[in-house]
């Protein structure tokens, strides 16, 4: 039997990216680069699913400017 990738199975959640969300992030915004760093390695491991909405912020557009380089 074929083990699939599990990352083909997980959406990356976005909310985090372009505004402070979560109960410990408090103060900080991820860089782009950061973002880059994390959307880079979720698709290089199988990941294709990408949570976001337009009350996520900036996060589309985020997302969408790290997309144009895959």
Not at 15 to 43: D, M, Q, W
Request: aromatic share 12%.
């Amino acid at each position: 039997m074929e083990e699939k990738n599990l990352l083909s199975k997980i959406a990356l959640g976005t909310a985090s990216f372009g505004n402070v969300y979560g109960v410990l992030n408090k103060n900080k915004l991820s860089s782009f680069s950061e973002i880059g760093s994390i959307v880079e390695t979720f698709y290089n491991n199988g990941g294709y699913i990408i949570d976001t909405s337009s009350g996520y912020e900036k996060s589309e557009e985020i997302i969408g400017n790290l997309l144009k380089d895959f």
